[in-house]
């Protein structure tokens, strides 16, 4: 009977291991859920672009990861994402180096106007930033995982913005930075923060009447229809990044890092470039197609802008704050090696 008595319950012991590690297994089978934000609407190439990298992630973590994506600022503008980013309330976000300058003020410095020749010096150069930028990003809690694209920086209105004259004394759109208002400031405009998913409404209540923006979001968003002008000035070429949150990071188990980090490595800055660049002409053809205007600036005309605004740089540099002025020169030192390497 003793005998008995001690199988049954050896019996019990065993079937209760496996029914616990049943669940465990159950449990273990539930991915881990990242929410991924962007401001960017639907049909677009960083649309596209977040949808494979989901199943990027799905394959490489076997399924472990997943991403759950909001965009179309499903979760708010950018300008207040990625602050929640950095709190840790969203797990990760393709942003505008314009909205993660309100974490770190530095990266405002990449939008310079007209500060880069080419965009092939830009990227060399941006590229060569990329371990002093993770390590910054990182003492703010938040790590980053790649470059991307936003796209040719121009000027939207109700009428063509030839030359710098133009502006003077009009309401300007301005990003969250203090390039960006330094900028309008400097040609004479004035500037107001404005939310890029506001900035059509903006446009249509007359809150605002100039833009500085890129003909990716432009046409997609609507903004095209309330700024019906596009003038091709060519400021800069807007970079853009993804980023995670530095915890949500580390809570991650090591196998689901390796997976997520080789989901990132899957698709080199290059392709995410071009992919948006080349997506740029369809778009404008498509703007005037639908009745839009395109004007393009004569290159005497062009100078004017650069001849208003180069002189400003070293004040954008201090008013930037943070360690701008080292950050500059890094800037300025990449720029030197990379025109060394195509000599």
Known sequence: ????????????????????????????????????????????P?????????????????????????????LGNEQDTVQQLARGRIDMGGFSTGAVALIMPEMALLGLPFYFTTIAEQDCVIDGLTKPVSEMLAKRGIRFLGWSEVGTVDIV?????????????????????????????????????????????????????????????????????AAPVLTRVEMSDAPGIIIMNKGAYDRLGAEHKAALDRAVARRAPSQLRAEVRGFEETLRGMHVKAGGTVVQPTPEQRAQWRKALEPVWPRMVKDVGGDSEKFFQLMEAGKKACGEKRT
């Not at 003793?2 to 019990?12: D, P």
């Not at 012991?13 to 089978?29: F, P, Y």
């Not at 913005?161 to 300007?172: N, S």
């Not at 208002?181 to 500037?191: C, E, K, T, V």
């Open 1 to 44: 009977m003793m005998l008995f008595r001690t199988t049954v319950s050896a019996a019990v012991v065993a079937a209760a291991s496996m029914c616990a590690a049943g669940l465990a297994v159950g449990q273990d089978k539930n991915p881990v859920e990242l929410r991924y934000t962007t401001g960017a609407p639907p049909k677009t």
């Open 46 to 74: 960083w649309v596209m672009q977040l949808e494979r990298f989901e199943k990027d992630v799905a394959e490489e973590s076997k399924e472990g990861l997943k991403i759950q994506s909001f965009i179309g600022a499903q």
């Open 157 to 225: 209105g109700k009428k063509p913005y030839l030359t710098p004259d133009e502006v003077k004394g009009l309401k300007a759109a301005s990003a969250a930075n203090r390039v960006s208002s330094g900028m309008w400031s400097a040609l004479g405009a004035n500037p107001s923060p404005v939310g890029i998913t506001e900035i059509a409404s903006a446009f249509q209540t007359g809150l605002v009447d100039v833009n500085a923006t890129v003909v990716t979001f432009y046409l997609p968003s609507g903004l095209g229809k």
